[in-house]
């Protein structure tokens, strides 16, 4: 039969694109899920096969199928016998490192049998990278081809097999690249981790550069307190509000995932977690938004038995490195991870490793007995060096005769007060009766003598029962005399009605009782009327402010104080407010002295360039509540020479009341060691 050469031209045309779109791929430096599917597919379509697969070595030197098209399903189960027997070909295959051609339904019968169990002519080639061996290429070609052309399928897939070895060549390079960038953080993040034994700046240093090395959003470090985990460090946050919904969800999933004692690795499904993780996994999601939250319990590391740290970082067998109490957790949050799953959790281990260890040997330097004292002396170590020691020994001695002078050395002891200076004749001026303020003749500053009129009142319910009063006195005095005239006309008739005189008698005696208590009632009202009218007390001064813009026209009650009358002539006195607080020191002095009244030095607060002298003169028993200084006791000091100064009255004062001499150091410091009595004695 002629063979069409124009058929035979795009044929060739035809493979001559697929190796070329082979080679083009190979040299892209494709990820391996999309190289392998590739470059089989074009092989297979290259060759007019039926089908083919990619087989590759393993850690353990085991071959794995990667990938494979329209393979038989006997070839892939493992326990079927056309399965070993074609695994064993394989294995001989990669291991011989030469391409063969395998007849259908060949192989070998002595000892572990061998050979290629299908219907279908297989073509192998083996993948290599450098001198080793990495896999092989499978195709599962059709047996009726001459052997011409058996030979060409091998030649050809031997030329693909070598594309695939270049692409092998990169990978690894890119591999061996990528461990050498993944080592150099791993060593600069172990040097980092170990390098503080300072608890809080080791779980910062984790947080921070643990993030760098897993490439993940945020990690977080956990320290246990008691049965609960608190948060001690987050990534790219210098401080931690633990008041906060996300901190506090963040420390509720951790503790409840160390409670449980095992890792959490959760990548947005809670159907496989128990209750009360899921409730908190859900809880924290909601406010933080993570997709891929792993937590690891950290726990502190069997002391002895570092075995795990020779391992991969891939193989780390967590129970078997640490079998300690658990310290706390590591917490990695991913919200969207282009990373591997496999790569993601061995860099977290990596972190894991080595954050476990660091915080563990933390913890353990810090819980050391005084260790703040010994470190404090430690960084304090410099003071008593050669060069610093003749400065040590002068601030030390400096110290010491200070200590000693406050000790021996005796100053005059004061306690302060606020006052006021108050004339010594005053009077307040009371409402006697409710009432309504009509007029007011006080005025601030004028001068007044006893009995002249200040205020006047209206009481019109007063005014009403007088009213009521003189009408009824009126009508029981008419009355009366009535029944007089009535009680005559009886008399002077002659035939007199006993009966009559005796009924009229009865009711003038009535008449002249009722009338005798209106009459007092009367009385009892003139004086309540008299009293509207206010009059000074005393001779003096008005002392109260705008009197009259106060008191016009204001209802006011009984006993209300409506104003003030001083006699500025006689001498004034202080009225001093001593908190109670410090009237133990008072009272000591006051039994010293002996009787004799205790000095005291006060300024004006309107001439507070002048210091004056008082004499303390007495003081309340009782302590009252006052709102600026709290309880205070009253003091009055009677004042030495105020002639002048003429102050006006109720001039605020500040006033120290001397209370012997104490040492130095119980003059300066004895508010702060009353104050820490106080706490002390609040605490035990």
Known sequence: MAVNQETVEQTKNQ???????????????????????????????????????IWLFDDDRQLKLEYQINTSQSLLENDSDDANKHNRLLRRVAGAGQQLLVPPYSGTTDG??????????????????????????????????????????????????????????????????????????????????????????????????????????????????????????????????????IVSSLNNLATRVVAAGEPLWHDGSTEDLPPQIEEAVEDYVDQSYGRHIAVLPLREPSRGNDDALNKNVGEIERDNAHRGDVIGALIVEQIE?????????????????????AIANSMQHNNLFLMPVWRTLGKAAWIIKARTLPKTIAVVTLLAAAILGMIFVPLDFTLDCPGTLQPTVRQEVFAPIDGEIIEVSAVHGMSVAQGDVLVKLRNRQLEED?????????????????????????????????QEETRLKGEEAEKRTELNSLLRKQELLDERLAQLIITAPID????????????????????????????????????????????????????AADGEPLPVTFILATDPDHEMKALLTSRELRAEPDQEEGNVVTLRAEPIDLTTLQPRPGAKVTADVYCGRRAAGFVWFHGAYEWLQTILFKWF
């Open 15 to 53: 493979i001559r694109g697929l190796v070329n779109e082979i080679a083009a791929l190979s040299k892209s430096g494709a990820p391996a899920e999309e190289y392998y599917p590739q470059l089989l597919q074009r092989v297979i379509s290259a060759l007019a096969a039926v089908g083919g697969a």
């Open 112 to 245: 572990e049998a061998e050979g290629n169990p299908t219907r279908f002519l297989l073509v192998l080639s083996p993948l290599r990278s450098e001198h080793q061996v990495e896999g092989l290429i499978e195709v599962f070609q059709r047996p009726d081809s001459p052997p011409e052309t058996q030979k060409g399928y091998l030649r050809f897939l031997g030329q693909m097999s070598e594309l695939a070895g270049d692409w092998l060549k990169g990978q690894q390079l890119r591999l061996f690249s990528d461990r050498q960038v993944l080592w150099h953080q791993a060593d600069g993040f172990a040097r980092a981790a170990h390098e503080s034994l300072d608890l809080k700046e080791t779980a910062y240093v984790i947080a921070n550069e643990g993030r760098r090395m897993i490439g993940c959003d945020r990690v977080s470090v956990a320290i246990m307190r008691g049965r609960k985990c608190k948060v001690l460090a987050i990534s790219g946050q210098d401080t931690i509000e633990n008041r906060s919904n």
């Open 337 to 357: 991870s282009n990373l591997p799953d496999e790569v993601f959790r061995s860099r977290v281990n990596l972190v894991y490793e080595h954050g476990t260890r």
């Open 466 to 498: 007088y009213a009521d009063t003189m009408g009824r006195i009126g009508t029981a005095q008419a009355s009366l005399t009535r029944i007089r005239y009535e009680l005559d006309d009886v008399r002077k008739s002659r035939k007199g009605d006993e």
């Open 540 to 591: 003096g001064q008005i002392v109260t402010w705008d009197v009259e813009k106060t008191l016009r026209s204001r209802p006011v009650v009984t006993g209300q104080v409506l104003l003030t009358v001083a006699d500025l002539s006689k001498p004034m006195h202080l009225k001093l407010k001593m908190p109670e607080k410090k009237m133990d020191h008072l009272d000591r002095a006051v039994v």
